[in-house]
């Protein structure tokens, strides 16, 4: 008997604004940088890839580039996704 599975996509379990932060803030607090923009990538996903290009004011194929996994965004993109998506980040010590 064999199983089989179903591939895993975390964007299934984002259905509230709660969800969405608890998943970018664990992502943003691992080690590695990368975590975090694929995190954004997967709530780009669920907010529509081309309503954030065009509120980000972001081409739609540099804003998949730079949420790919090959993708490294600089500083003012990320601003700019996050802003169109209305999130914003904090600061703790």
Do not use: C
């Not at 975390?10 to 664990?26: S, V």
């Amino acid at each position: 008997m064999s199983v089989e599975l179903a591939p895993y996509d975390p964007a299934d379990l984002l259905r509230t604004d709660e969800d969405i932060r608890a998943y970018l803030t664990d992502a943003l607090n691992d080690d590695n940088p990368s975590v975090f923009v694929i995190a954004l990538g997967d709530v780009v996903r669920i907010r529509g890839i081309e309503n954030v290009a065009r509120q980000s004011g972001l081409d739609l194929q540099r804003l998949q580039a730079v949420l790919s996994t090959h993708g490294n965004p600089q500083w003012e993109t990320i601003h700019r996704i996050l802003k169109s998506l209305d999130i914003h980040l904090q600061a703790a010590a």
